[in-house]
């Protein structure tokens, strides 16, 4: 679907997927510009801002040239809303990994050496008491999905997806758990 026009203070809007924009977009050398030409026109418009509707699980992405695209969009200038890094920091997976010791506190002690501000010992701890553990479900570790099983009514499932409306909730993890195929425990 191909959406066009000019919203309030004259902005211009297009609405594109993955698969349309593989024909339809570029980047200028040497200046790094996306330029996109919609369907029909012969102008390529400059895009300043992208703003994903879609890209956040593996079944927005029907073949390796959408992943292309999606690269060929994070390589512009043109601003990403969100751009990969964030992207992969708003994963359960990656946040699982931080949530457990070592990893934040090595990541914000290091600020300083990546042109950030240090943290001190004090910050890091207070930082640390406003994260709850994650574990996840997958098979190899088993102790996420022991540790549903057993503390169920303190506990939130998370599965990797935007918004929180997917989630469930403490009596309905046991149930739910047993009717999850064990291959999408990973999920």
Known sequence: MIL???????????????????????????????RVTIPGSIEAWEISVIYFRAGYTPLDFQSASDYDV???????????CPSIPLQLAGSKKIQQFITHGGLLEQLLKNAAANGGEPFSEDDVASIRKTWMPMWSLDKDRGLGAQLARKNYKNLVLKPQREGGGNNIYHDHIPAFLDALPAAEYEA
């Open 4 to 34: 066009n026009g000019v919203f309030r203070f004259g902005i211009k809007s297009v609405r594109l997927t993955l698969q349309q924009l593989q024909s339809a977009s570029r980047i200028d050398l040497p200046s790094g510009s996306l």
């Open 70 to 80: 999606r690269f060929l969009l994070e390589a512009s200038l043109a601003i990403k």
